[in-house]
């Protein structure tokens, strides 16, 4: 029904942002990654699903196309709702779904809050061949690296330092490409010295 919105971003918080177009204020549930793109006050785009169960429309908001399509094919494996789709996107980039899911790595999507060993075998199962023809814009030729526990361990360190979730998950995997198998320590250490 609706493809985009584009208006000012009222308020945003990690899960939802509000975007004013036309004297009309959307209320969106948003992934972490497009919440960190929203500056309150600036005029921005965002690519829509209307999710409609029993009867309650949700609407969700995408800061790329790409984000959009990948959360469409999420959303149509069955049991995968709108919680456990934005969940995803806001543990790993679309890039790196993509990569998770064609490698049958079910140990990276139960990771995500609310994804189970079932709904992460049912999720490679189902969309291991349609998601690498996905357009992805320019993340698609890229090698992904997926977080361990150990990179995890790292990006929750960092933030304790005052790091933001974004530069720290960045960060992180920037010494990652160097260190692929560092203990959280080392890979603490190798961001600080950056």
């Known amino acids: 029904m609706y493809d985009h919105i584009v208006g000012e971003v009222i308020e945003k918080s990690a899960a939802r942002a509000v ?5 009309v204020g959307y209320d969106l549930r948003v992934s972490l990654t497009t919440a960190a793109a929203l500056r309150p006050g600036e005029s921005r785009q965002l690519f829509t699903i209307l999710h409609v169960v029993d009867g309650t429309p949700t609407l969700l908001g995408f800061a790329t196309r790409a984000e959009r399509e990948l959360a469409r094919r999420i959303l149509g494996v069955s049991g995968v709702g709108p919680t456990t789709a934005l969940s995803i996107l806001s543990v790993y980039s679309p890039a790196e779904v993509v990569a998770a899911i064609t490698r049958s790595d079910h140990a990276a999507m139960k990771r995500v809050k609310g994804v189970g060993q079932k709904t992460a075998e049912r999720l490679c199962l189902e969309l291991r061949d349609v998601l690498p023809k996905l357009d992805l814009g320019e993340a698609a030729g890229k090698t992904v690296v997926l977080p361990t526990q150990s990179a995890d361990d790292a990006v929750a360190a960092l933030l304790t330092l005052g ?3 974004k530069e720290a ?4 995997l920037k010494v990652r490409e160097r260190l692929a ?6 890979l603490v250490k190798a ?4």
């Open 19 to 23: 975007l004013r177009a036309a004297g």
């Open 163 to 165: 790091y933001s979730e």
């Open 169 to 172: 998950r960045d960060k992180v």
């Open 181 to 186: 198998e560092a203990s959280t320590e080392e």
């Open 191 to 194: 961001v600080l010295q950056l």
